[in-house]
């Protein structure tokens, strides 16, 4: 596990201007998982697109942190039916082609 690759909560709260507490908040409700290295609170870089998606939810749509969870989980479920949805055209595929 190489430290470069985790950024501190601490970093990000100054980058895009929102308290502690919301990273708190979106780890408690398992948006986000924040590791700690060498007594700092951390989040990984690969989580860094959907935290800004969050963000951009809370600040300016207003969405609390329950409403952000609602939304996330929806389109992980989303994603999940286009990618059985693409599987399923494959295979129709198959049979078009005979």
């Known amino acids: ?15 895009y201007q929102v308290e502690i507490t919301f990273f ?8 986000i998982e924040i590791t700690t290295i060498a007594e700092k609170q951390c989040l990984h870089q690969d989580n860094i697109s959907d935290v ?4 951009r939810m809370h600040l300016d749509l207003e969405v609390n942190i329950q409403g952000i ?6 389109l992980q479920k989303v994603d999940k039916l286009q990618e059985k949805l693409i599987a399923t055209e494959n295979r129709l595929r198959i049979y078009e082609n005979d």
């Open 1 to 15: 596990m190489e430290n470069q690759e985790y950024i501190p909560i601490h970093q990000l709260c100054t980058t």
């Open 24 to 31: 708190n908040e979106l780890n408690e409700v398992g948006l």
């Open 52 to 55: 800004e998606k969050m963000i």
């Open 69 to 74: 969870d609602v939304v996330f989980n929806l």
